[in-house]
Structures are given as C-alpha cells and as structure tokens.
C-alpha cells in the first residue's frame, strides 16, 4: 500500500468518525425534543379540550337555567369554567413550537378578561348576563378546542375524538352569536 493511500483512509476514517460522533448527538437531541415536545402537546391539549367542553356544559346550563317566580332573572350561572394548570415543565415548554406555546400561555390572560367583561354586564346590565356568559363562554371554549387541535397538529399528535360533539354545539353557538351582532350593527 502506498503513503498517500494510508493517509487519505487515515483522513477518511478520522472524518467519517467525526461526522458519526457529530450527526448522532443531534439526531438523539432533536429526537428527545420532539418527544417532550409531543407530550407537552398532549397534556396541555387534553386540558385545553376539558376546557372547550367545560364551556359548552356552562351554556347548555344556562340555556336550561330555572326561573324562580319571586326572582326576576333566571338562575344563570355567570362564572366561567377554571383552567387547569399548566404543566411546570421547563424542558417541555421550551420543545413545543414557540407560537403555540406563547398561545397556550396567553389563553389564561383572555380567560379572565372575558369573566372581567362578564362581571362588568352582571354589575351594569344585569338582564344581558346570560347573553354575555353565552359570548365569553362560546369564544373562549372554541379557542381552547382550536388551540388543542394546532399543538396535536404541530407535534403530530393524534386527534381527539370526543365521544359527544359538544364543538358543534359551540359552533352553531358562535354562528348565532355572530348573526345576532351582524343585524345589530347593521339595524335590523
């Protein structure tokens, strides 16, 4: 065998041990991540989905609501449902994709800006309390739903199939809701 021969298998060897030792750890990284990314997904989904079904019992309450003869409104319920905490994994949080996460973690925020709107109609305008929790309630369930359905989405997930369509229900809602504010606006 010749001197440059050696050298050159030496150099390929060297390179290609290199590369191995280089490719590996990030494959194995990158893999760990979107494994932690997947099931930062699931469980934030699986609150967020208990959620959107929590806010569609909230309405189908109040559309049943019970009306006392001595009281003038009926009984609606005027709290919206809690969130569940969010997971405390810091790994977890930094794997999901930044927008969803960034999502995720504002959703709390709009929560309670919907029961502040909520309480501002029980404190000015009582007779629209169950139209306002009807409003708050079918927003931020189907905003829930949607943001579950983007994190299952985006870190391959497999979808929910709830037993009960409770998201129909909050769609027709949000389609009257939106046909109500249209003839308002346009005043009809």
């Known amino acids: 065998m010749e001197l440059g021969t050696i050298f050159q298998s030496i150099i390929g060897a060297g390179i290609g041990s290199a590369l191995i030792?280089?490719?590996l750890p990030f494959v194995r990284d990158n893999r760990e991540r979107a494994a932690r990314a997947s099931h930062m997904a699931i469980r934030l989904a699986v609150?967020?989905?208990a959620y959107a079904a929590a806010c569609h019992d909230?309405?189908?309450y109040n559309t049943n609501a019970e009306v006392h003869p001595e009281e003038r409104l009926p009984n609606w319920k005027a709290q919206l449902p809690e969130l569940a905490e969010f997971p405390a994994d810091t790994e977890g949080w930094r794997a999901l994709d930044r927008q969803l996460a960034g999502r995720c973690l504002s959703f709390r925020n709009k929560v309670a800006e919907s029961q502040g709107l909520i309480n501002e109609t029980i404190y000015y305008n009582d007779d629209n309390i169950g139209d306002a929790v009807e409003v708050e309630a079918t927003a931020r369930g189907l905003e829930a739903w949607r943001l579950a359905s983007a994190l299952r989405r985006k870190h391959k997930v497999e979808a929910a199939e709830p037993v009960w369509d409770y998201?129909?229900?909050l769609e027709r809602s949000e389609k009257r809701i939106e046909e109500a504010a249209e003839k308002r606006r346009s005043g009809s």
């Open 58 to 60: 909230l309405i189908a």
């Open 167 to 169: 998201i129909e229900h």
């Open 21 to 23: 030792q280089g490719v």
């Open 47 to 49: 609150g967020l989905e």
